[in-house]
Nanobody, 120 residues
C-alpha cells in the first residue's frame, strides 16, 4: 500500500520561506506524476505545482516565481520550496502521487496534509 508522509509545514511570516517534503513508501511501480495541492479554509482544494517522470514542471500562476517543485526519484520524494510567502498561501498542503503498478493500473495516492500558516 502506498503511503505518503508530508512534513515541513508550520508558521512563517509574510515574506518568509518554508520547504515542504513528501516521502512515499510502499511503492511498487513507477511514479508518473507528483503534485502539491493546497486547501484554504472554506475553499476548494487547488493545484499548486506538478512534476512528472520526465521532469516537466508546472507552477500555477499564483505561485510562479515564488514556489519551486522538485523531486528525488531515488528517495520517492517530492519537495516544494516556498519563498516570499503571503497570507493567501496559508492552508493545508497535500502531496499527491500517481503510481503505475502495471502499464494499465495506477494508484492515486494522497498524503494527510501539512498545515502552512502565514502571519501578516
Amino acid at each position: 500500500q502506498v503511503q505518503l508522509v508530508e512534513s515541513g509545514g508550520g508558521l512563517a511570516h509574510t515574506g518568509g520561506s518554508l520547504k515542504l517534503s513528501c516521502v512515499a513508501s510502499g511503492i511498487i511501480g513507477n511514479i508518473s506524476r507528483m503534485r502539491w495541492y493546497r486547501q484554504a479554509p472554506g475553499k476548494q482544494r487547488e493545484l499548486v505545482a506538478s512534476i512528472n517522470s520526465i521532469e516537466a514542471i508546472v507552477h500555477v500562476d499564483t505561485v510562479k516565481g515564488r514556489f519551486t517543485i522538485s523531486k528525488d526519484s531515488a528517495k520517492n520524494a517530492v519537495y516544494l520550496q516556498m519563498n516570499s510567502l503571503n497570507p493567501e498561501d496559508a492552508g493545508v498542503y497535500f502531496c499527491n502521487m500517481v503510481v503505475y503498478t502495471t502499464p494499465s493500473s495506477f494508484i492515486d495516492a494522497w498524503g494527510q496534509g501539512t498545515q502552512v500558516t502565514v502571519s501578516s
